[in-house]
Structure formats: C-alpha cells, structure tokens
C-alpha cells in the first residue's frame, strides 16, 4: 500500500502500526507573490472570490518522491522506471488530495440572493402614484435617508432603527404588518444596473431577487437608467459594520503589541469563518484539565497506536494531536511569510485592519474541523457559528467519546448542578428539582447601568442629531454600562411563575421560583445573553458593557436544599403528562413553526402563556428550551382531546437501570417510546444530551440515589482566566477573538496571531472563563 508523507518525524509510527512500506512524499515551496499589487476595498460579503476578502491563500509549487521504509530509500516521481502499480497509486493518491481541496474553504460567501415568489405573482396597485428621482422623504416622519418604497402601493417609507438607534423609525415594517404587502426597494441603490437594487421581502425576512424589478419599478414611472446609487445596500452596509464595529477594540488595533512564540502561545490558521473553533480551543485548552489528559498524560505515538485504523475519525487521537500542536511550542515560531498571513474576515481598504504584528503561520485544525462537525448541520459548513453552541457540542462530544471510552471525563471539569425551588404562593408547598450545565446564561439586566444620565443625554444628542440630519461619531456613542455583579444578582433572584399548576390544590396558581447552583465547578463558563429579538424578530445584539473584574465571589449563590420544616408538593404518578385547559392557538404556534421551532415546543409555548400573543410564547421558548421535559407529549382536556397514557412496568425500569442507565433517565425512555424497551434502549443512546440535562426531583430522592451523579465542587472564589469576544451585529456573522491569562499577563489569540496584550477588552466578552482560586 502506498502513503503519503508530510512529516518524516511520524512516518514510522505508521510504519511500524500498518506495515505499509511505501510512500509518497509531497515537498511544497511557495510560490513568490508580488508585494506591488493593489489592495482593493471588498465590496462582497464573501472570502476568496472577486470582490470578497482576501483569503490569502498561498501558491505552492510542488515535488513528489517515492519512499520505501524502513531504510527512507528515495525515487524521484514522475519516472519511467517505477512500476505501473505504484504510478497508477500515485495519481490516485494526487486525484484525492485535489477532492480534499475542494473540502477546504477556500472561497465563502454570504446567502445568495434568491428569486422570491411573491415578485413573481406581485399584484401593484392602481392608485396613480408616480415617484419622483429624488427629493424622496418618508411620508411618516422626516427621515430622507434609508428610505424604502412598498412595490405595491408605492408607499415611501423609512426602514428599521438599527441596535445603536441609527437607521430608521420602523414605518416600512410597519406598513408591512398593516397591509401583508411583501416587498420593497430601497430608494438610492437603484442604478442602470437593476442587479444591485436592494429589494428586501418582509413576507421572507430576507434580501431577495426580483427579476421583474424593471416593470414593477415602471409602474411607478421610476425611469432606473438615469439613477445614481446614493446609498449602501444592506448587504454593504453589514459589511461596513463588519469592518467597523467594535474591530479596533478588540483586536487591539493600532497598539504595539508583542509577539509571543514558545510552548501555549500557538495560533490557529484560520480556514474561512473559523474563529469561533479557534476561540473557543484557545479558552478550553487554557484549562489545566484538557492540558492535562490530552497533553501531558499522553504521548503522541502513543495516541496513534492506540487510535483505530483510521485515526482521522478518532477524537481522542485529533484532541491529542491539537493539544501537542498548540501547546508543545513546536510550531508557534516567527512565520517566513511575513505579514502575508492575514486573517480571512479582516478586509483590506480605507478602514482596513492592519496586521498587529509579524506572527506566526500558526496550525490549520482541519481534521479536528470535519471530525468535530460530522453530522451537523453547521459545524460542518463553512458558515460562521455562535462560539456558545460550539463550546457546548464540543463537550457534548469529548463526554461521549469517554463515556464509550470508559475513561477519565476532562469536561466535567466545567460541570455543576443548578437547584431550581419552586413554591406554591397558596399552599407555601415546594418542590426542588436539580439539572447539570455547563454553563451559566446571564440575562444583562440594563436598568442595572450604572450610567444612566450618560446614556439618556447620549439618547437626547442622538435624536437631535437625527433630526438635523446628522450622525454622531464612534467616539461619541455612550453604551449602557452594567456590572457582572448585577447580572449574578438577577439569575438569583426570585421569580414569579405565572398558571403555575400546583399538585397541593390540584389547580393553577402563581409560584415563586429561585434559583442556585447545588455545586460550583472547577471551570465557571459565564455566558451574556447579549442577543435579543428587536422588531420583526431579527436577532440583534444588546450594545452595552459588562464590567467584569478579576476575581469574583459567588459563596451567595450555594443552594441550600431542602429545609426541615419545607413540606414537599404531592407526587405526580409516573406517566402522567402535564395536563393543560386550553388549546395552542394555532397563529402563535405556525409563526412559531415558521422560525425554525419543533411543533410540540410551539404548543407548549402558546398554551403556558395562555395564547396571550407571539412575543410571550417566544419569551417562554426561549427561556425554556433547556427543560428537560420540553419535548415531552402534551394532555389535554375536554373537547375529547385527551391522549392516552403509558403505565410504565417497573420491571422494564429495572432491566434498563442494569444496564447502567440512570432510572429517570429509563422512565424518561419509557415514555418517549409507549413503554417499548428495545426502543428506549435505542432512544438513551440516541439522545446523549438528555442525560446532562435529566431534572432529578429532589424531594422523592434518597440520598442513595443522588450520590449516583457526583460533580466537582469546592470554593466560590474564582478568578478570570479567559474571555471570548465578538465583533458584528449577529453571532452568524463578524469575527471572535480570544484573550488568555498566562503567568499573570494577559495574551490576544487572534487566529493565528498571538500577542501580548495591551488593552485587553475585559467589558466587551461573550463568554467568560473563571478558574477556582485554591483555597
């Protein structure tokens, strides 16, 4: 059999594990590439392809030689002498390698527009309205910029107030929801060149194409040949803030910074949208527990031997091998490129990012990348990715790899159990129920700011400048101010629980719930919650600062559990969905459904808010899409609606339980499969996540039963030892960037750029990584 060799170092490994004698050894050089050629301003939201970003890939030139081991015999290639055998492998070997480069991302770009439906059956209005080439004012307010006019009614109108109170006053939105009339163009990008015509399609809630543009632009007695574009479309517009906000901050711009090589201070490449892989393995990797089991427990050669035939599918093994590239220093030396290795979100231009310093190429994760992502829908795309739901799939899949391994678990080193108390406000009964996380969401409460009169005169200034018909600079935007004690504060403090049904009175009721953590964990992962729903249901991000200091103390948060003179509320019997007095009202459930919801979560969403309308359903979805038992059938009553229910066999419960499942774990099964064991021994194994999130009824329980699951604990005095930062107006687009403390100095991962750092942006973090301080 014949390989392929690209580290002599680790040629024999495979040697001496295969017995495979032949290889190929692939040696690149780069090309030269012209310092003289332009830089040109993007003006695509795309990476590698015209008018995009520079991906910077560079040109290699390429030489191949045949190796036979043990004695390294070497034969140039291509040669007539070599047998066919062998050169029929060769080019085979060469096709797959030119497949894989299909693999990597060599060029992305954001959604193509797609033709939308309702500009192919638009029924325009005869109303007479003719609208002028210029001069255009929204016919609801003064706003003369950022004008879109409705291709129904020829309605002008001003578009959506942006996060920072720029943009418009949401009448285009607005005149949507009164009149379903679906499309509008935006006033001022309309050219000669219909294509760049910004058209947006609230019925989709997307930029879309319209081909028939032109005639529906003439119904209006638009004439598009003698337009000027005045302004930028929204996909310009996302890419000038994407090049702007908050980039300097962050990165550190225009600092001189230090570069910093050696063991722990490797970059990742970037491969096209993978700075949130990148932050993220930086922050996990700056833990002593993953530096421990997949660095300094294990020797690489050994990791090989021990993977299986194929050690690109074995997630111990690529785990390995990222922990020895990032921390053993061998590759976090001075790059021979220069500063040609830029990373692939920053553009070039007016406003360009500069490179922060010559650093290092740093190591490209791309089998950690397709392994990490095989089977999911986005992690194996080339899409950006919320860093949040990276790190936990991350750990969801090390937890399943040692829990199949039957080996030491580094995850649970961020593990812990929160103890949620519920009390009925009529009988003063409760009820304690326990589930483990990994990381603690904070709500930013912004009436906590603590420069309230900063940010309403800022307000004040802003609309006067408005009105004016002006804009206030980055230096004079004032951002609310909150600190992270606040937001600690208001994850415990107590909440009401409205239609809460009491078993005590065997009716609904109000409840008071509180809520703190059972155990506090080696790691504390602190997640802000600074994307919200604004107008229409677009997510934005909350533009405020968390101040966050270097050490904090969350003691007052330890739940105290059950109290001796607590009475618990009555058992409800196993199998015994929760039953609810009224139908969802299926408008909130569709529109539910139409974001992307599973139907049943719509359902409970509508019922447990009384139908009361769409923004409280998706309130309560988002707030309890983590419960447990969200997916969990639905009962209702009267109108001969009521569905059956599974008595569950206890001795089915038993024979799972020896099987090594918990048993609320196996009744949960149960019931999710009408009691079918074979099914639900298939179901636990498919659903790995219910586990972690499996709620545990403390008031029932034995102490035997709670000692099953043990989670690490101890002070909670914790320092910050990490924090994730991102820059853009949605966790789908802009860039992250890591900041590490190491030997009591803070260090920026930036990709592959690795620096000390100078200013580093504590406020400004999405997630934030506190390590406990020894007692």
Known sequence: MLCVIFYSDYVMWNYEKTGNPVYLNIQETPKQVSESRPHK?????AIGVEGGFDSKVPEYEETYRIVILPDFISLLYPSVELPEKVRLAVDGILAAVGAERKEEVAAWTADKKQVSPYALSLQQVQNGVKVPPSGWKCSKCDKVDNLWMNLTDGTILCGRRNWDGTGGNNHALEHYQETNYPLAVKLGTITADLE????????????????????????????????????????????????NFDWNRIQEKGKELEPLFGPGFTGLANLGNSCYLASVVQAVFSTKDFQRYYYENVKLDDAFKQAPADPT?????????????????????????????EVAEEPKGKNALTSMLQGQDGIPPRMFKSLIGT????????????????????????????????????????????????MCSVSKKVKYTKKTDNIL????????????????????????????????????????????????????????????????????????????????????????????????????????????????DISDMRSKGPQPDEQFLPETPDGIPEQVDSAADEAIVSQLADMGFPRIRCEKAAIQTLNSGLEEAMNWLLVHMDDPDIDDPITRVGNNE??????????????????GFLPEMARKALKATGGDMERAAEWILNHPEESMAMELDVGACTQDTQAEVKYPDGSGKYRLLAFVSHMGTSTQSGHYVCHVRKNDRWVIFNDCKVAVSGDPPKDMGYLYFFERVPS
């Open 41 to 45: 301003k993007p003006t695509l939201l």
């Open 196 to 243: 760049g015509a910004d058209v947006y399609s609230y019925a989709e809630d997307d930029t879309v194409e319209d081909p028939l543009l032109a005639e529906h632009l003439a119904h209006f007695g638009i004439d598009f040949s003698s337009l000027r574009k005045t302004e930028m479309t929204t996909a310009e517009r996302e890419l000038d803030q994407n090049t």
């Open 313 to 341: 599918l074995d997630l111990h093994m690529q785990l390995s091998k990222l922990a020895h590239g990032i921390l053993s220093g061998k590759y976090a030396v001075p790059s021979k490129k220069g500063q040609d290795n």
């Open 375 to 422: 089977g999911h829908p986005e992690f194996a795309s080339s899409r950006q990715q919320d860093a949040l739901e990276f790190f936990q799939h991350f750990l969801d899949q090390v937890e399943q790899n040692h829990v199949a391994a039957v080996g030491e678990d580094p995850a649970r080193c961020f593990k812990f159990c929160v103890e949620e108390r519920i």
């Open 441 to 552: 969401s904070l709500n930013i409460p912004l009436r906590a700011a603590v420069n309230k009169d900063e940010v309403a005169a800022y307000e004040k200034n802003l609309a006067q400048k408005e009105l004016a018909g002006e804009k206030l600079s980055d230096e004079e935007i004032v951002r609310p101010r909150v600190p992270l004690s606040a937001c600690l504060e208001n994850f415990s403090a107590p909440e009401e629980v409205m239609d809460f049904y009491s078993s005590a009175i065997n009716a609904r009721t109000t409840a008071i719930k509180t809520t703190r953590l059972a155990t506090f964990p080696d790691y504390l992962v602190l997640h802000m919650r600074k994307f919200v729903l604004a107008a229409g249901w677009v997510p934005k991000k909350l533009d405020v600062f968390i101040d966050v200091p270097d050490e904090i």
């Open 642 to 659: 009521t569905s059956s229910v599974t008595a569950l066999n206890e001795s089915d419960v038993e024979t799972l339980v020896s099987f």
